[in-house]
């Protein structure tokens, strides 16, 4: 058994994983084209080996077994060879917490090829990489400790694209945050999720230059309405906008950017929002000043959102329910 099918065949996992991503090339390619590494609850991470140079070729993966035996993963991509091989190990009580790279476009002998430039592993230990050349567009993905579950993405002569498996303990994955870094205290942390049964009807943005304030609207299966507290908002924003949503729209994905706010509140803030949805896209509101973030997934998975808020939205990471 080769390639794809050996790779999934390896990777026996309940359905209890959420899908984030893909960042690169997010067209679906042939068969042969799609990898995928996911580990069982009682496995666990020792080692990627990655193949790169100006971009990166290849990835392979070296997990242990609940018997304390090594299995290697089929190699991801590596059609074309890299100049180095670098190995990242892992020691104990060691464990992926993000990643950030970048991506760009291909040359040489296979020019064109929207493909992952560099790419850095976060644990909760020290930050591996960037391997490969930090050319192109940035992204990041920080996760909760605990939360990995494997990579996935799409690969043939380089790593053409990559996204996250993560666990869905308790029926959610929470994947961000993205802006403020400080760990404030419970009264300035905000939560939105969504009931099995619910659907987000209408989201209302409070904005100026920064996004002072959101609102979401829901509503059930038997048209019961119900309105979540604001998040933030103890300085508005000029602006009051609304995100309405047809009964058969969701939200697919969210983009925006952080930047320090200006005037009397200062700190990371929530400068701009976009929200993607599998019809349209609404947005940005605020002003797009900053460090940008972007963060897709599965249709079928978006449960809420969660954050830091006071004066302003200083933070917002995502829930997102298992689909695999």
Known sequence: MKGYDALIATSKVPKEVAQVGIWGRKSKGSRRNHWSFRLENNHKLKKITIDHGVLIYSLMFTYEDGKGCLHDSEKAGGWKGGDHLCEVTFDSGEEIIGITGTVDVSTGDYPGYTIIASLSFITNKRTHGPFGQTTGTPFAVPWNKGSFAGFYGLAGYY????????????????????????????????????????????????????????????????????????????????????????????????SGTYSDSSGTYGGKTISSLSFVTNKRSHGPFGCETGTRFLVPWSKGSFAGFYGIASYYVEGIGVYLRATT
């Open 159 to 254: 790593i053409d694209g990559i996204g996250i498996f993560l666990k869905a303990s308790q029926e959610t994955a929470r994947v961000g945050l993205w802006g403020t870094e400080s760990s404030a205290g419970p009264q300035y942390r905000w939560s939105f999720c969504l009931e099995k049964n619910h659907k987000l009807t209408k989201i209302t943005i409070d904005h100026g230059d920064m996004i002072s304030s959101l609102m979401f609207t829901s509503e059930d299966c038997m048209g019961s309405v119900q309105v979540s507290n604001k998040a933030g908002g103890y300085n508005d924003g000029s602006t009051i906008s609304e995100v309405n949503l047809t009964w058969d729209e969701e939200i697919i994905e969210i």
